[in-house]
């Protein structure tokens, strides 16, 4: 049967069902194929917290959306062209985000009158005409997966499970996405099994089949590949490129890289990809607890390592006494948070910019730490080598910020020319330096650089460098124990003056035409959807300029000069206003708020309206 086939500039999809479906492999699949056919893309993962959550429940829906477009593009979307949904509880959680018009994929044998009731549907609403909005293709997908394997010798259960498959082959035909790639993760994945790799390849292969002969798809879509910027490029998630991001950092300091850490969402795939890199001199702790995982790391930069520590929200307060340790001790640390929604455990799938607050000023006592944030997925990368050139330079433990969605989503990545990133290489303490040393020959462990006010790192063992260590105040200078009054009224202005004194470059704002009277400043993951809006807006006619911060602390040397320029200055964020909070107290601008807190980023189309509100009113 030929197929018609339509082009179009870019499409969202979303598939959603059941943790046990699938779907984030099913997503990730389509996503690196998409990559390697050469699209601009994003996604947004979307899983619950629990490990399994009862099937067929909303509790348990699992979805995975993906942007991708021939052109650049800045977030995965508002909402989707293309549902999947393989149960009515995916259905359900789902459909109220597909515009009228849009396609929706059904799996018709999950819509048993059980599972119905599971979800509060009274009726069937493939049959009730509820749908009557969407182009509804209605495709029998497990019972057309097991039909596909009746002769392999597979329990019916067994052979379910591959229907995840048959929707990624279905799909994958759908939108001409190539086949050699899952096809080839498929044999690694379950080589060792060949009943299991056998069932899944020929699930694959028959909802490709199956779109290309039914009538039901009676057109193909085709979406060519971006022209993106020349270079290598590369797939890669937030969590994956801070990892590469700590891994060339420590090599650029010519450093050793420990990693000290405890498992937590979502910031855990940072130590499994980090243990996967010894051979570049990375050691990695999976410690008992959080506070055990900070001191580890704050040792090894004691011992003359690059020492990071990774973690999210609740494990961050942990942290954070090891942490004013680390202020008090002036050693570089470099501590991850990779936030989520709170408070407490809160959602810890979900993703939330609420800690900036926590990361400013959460230590007892004037414990001054420098903070840099992320903007996107690959963006992470950059920010790492950031944060690590703040914390080597200026011997002093720095917060990195990243969040859920940076953290698992993910984008195309330009490999980064290795001879244009910067030198992080820092000379140690040695015994005959007279910079370090006084009139008599003592070792001053807190004899400071007149330029960076920095320490000097001494590394334990070294002959003629021994000195006193811990939490307690230490003499100017010396370093050795102190009660006096004024010596703590120095040492905590020294302390102050060396973070607010941090070389961080002006803050660059994006006014074509020079003539805007509103500035839309954003930090970390809002990047992505302040930018897509900023495009709507502008194509709509408006003038508005954007700026984005990546270092919150200290701010750049210009931003008060940037926001005195405009007649209005919208501050979008996932918390209830912790930046507008500063901006307001540092610079006594009366910046105004956008705030949402639903363990989701921003949509576009809602901050374009936010963006065309406050102009109506200039």
């Known amino acids: 049967m030929t197929k018609q086939v339509q082009e179009l500039d870019h499409v969202i999809i979303r598939f959603a069902g059941d943790s046990g479906d699938g779907m984030q492999l099913t997503g990730d699949r389509f996503t690196q194929e998409t990559a390697v056919f050469g699209n601009d893309l994003s996604t947004l993962p979307n899983f619950p917290a629990e490990i399994r959550a009862p099937a067929g429940t909303l509790p348990g829906v699992s979805s995975f959306q993906l942007h991708f477009a021939d052109h650049d593009i800045l977030t995965p ?23 009228r018009g849009k396609d929706l994929i059904v799996n018709t044998d999950e819509f048993t009158k059980r599972n119905l009731q599971k979800v509060g549907y009274d009726k069937n609403p493939i049959e009730d005409g509820s749908l009557s909005a969407y182009h509804v293709h209605a495709v029998p997908l497990t019972s057309l997966t097991v039909k596909a394997l009746q002769d392999q010798n597979l329990s019916r259960k067994d052979a379910e499970r591959a229907k995840n498959m048959f929707a990624l082959g279905l799909l994958s035909w759908l939108y001409g996405r190539p086949a050699e790639g899952t096809l080839n993760f498929l044999e690694q994945k379950f080589g060792k099994r060949p009943e299991i790799y056998k069932a899944n390849v020929t699930a694959f292969h028959a909802g490709w ?19 993106l910027k020349p270079g290598t490029y590369r797939n890669i998630t937030g969590n994956t ?58 040792g090894a930069a004691f011992g003359g390592a690059l020492a990071v520590t ?47 607050l926590l990361a400013l000023y959460g230590r007892n006592g004037e414990s001054p730490v420098p903070v840099v944030a992320a903007a996107s997925p690959s963006d992470c990368f950059n920010a790492a080598i950031e944060a690590a050139r703040i914390a080597v330079t200026y011997r002093t433990p720095v917060i990195l910020l990243s969040d859920g969605y940076l953290a698992n989503g993910s984008e195309p990545w330009l490999l980064p020319d290795v001879a244009a990133l910067p030198d992080l290489s820092q000379d140690f303490a040695f015994a005959t330096q007279e910079t370090h040393v006084n009139g008599d020959g003592e070792f001053r462990p807190f004899k400071r650089d007149p330029q960076t006010l920095a320490r000097p790192w001494a590394i334990p063992g070294t002959p003629g460098l021994e000195h006193r260590i811990g939490g307690i105040e230490k003499a100017d200078g010396a370093g050795t124990i102190s009660y006096d009054p004024d010596n703590h009224d120095l040492m905590v202005r020294a302390r102050q003056a060396k973070v607010d004194g941090i070389t961080v470059p002006d803050l660059e704002v994006d006014d074509p035409d020079g003539r805007a009277k509103l500035l839309v400043l954003g930090w970390g993951s ?71 807190v639903r363990g989701l980023p921003f949509q576009a189309a809602e901050l374009a309206g936010a963006i065309e509100e406050v102009l109506s009113h200039v």
């Open 77 to 99: 979307g508002d909402a989707p062209d293309v549902l999947v949904a393989m149960n009515p509880a995916a259905l359900k959680a789902n459909v109220t985000d597909l515009p």
């Open 209 to 227: 089949n199956f779109g290309e002969t039914t009538e039901a798809f009676s057109v193909r879509y085709e979406v060519k590949p971006a022209a």
């Open 310 to 356: 990774t973690s999210s929200g609740p494990g961050i307060i942990l942290k954070m006494e090891t942490a004013g340790l680390a202020v008090s001790t002036e050693l570089p640390l470099i501590i991850v948070d990779v936030q989520r929604a709170g408070p407490s455990t809160g959602m810890p799938t979900k993703t939330e910019q609420a800690d900036l």
């Open 241 to 298: 490129a801070l990892a590469y991001g700590l891994i060339a950092a420590a090599q650029l300091a010519k450093l050793p890289l420990f990693l000290g850490s405890y498992p937590i969402t979502p910031a855990s795939d940072v130590l499994h990809e980090l243990s996967r890199h010894k051979k570049f001199g990375v050691r990695t702790f999976q410690a008992e607890d959080e506070i055990s995982a900070v001191g580890s790391a704050l």
């Open 526 to 596: 809002t990047y992505g959807s302040i930018g897509a809006a900023i495009r709507r807006s502008r194509r709509a006619g408006y003038q508005v300029a954007q700026a984005h911060l990546r270092h919150l602390n200290p701010f750049p040397a210009n931003l008060g000069d940037v926001l005195r320029s405009y007649e209005k200055v919208l501050v979008p964020e996932i918390n209830l206003g912790q930046l507008a909070l500063l901006l307001r107290g540092k610079y006594l601008v009366d910046v105004i708020s956008y705030n949402r």
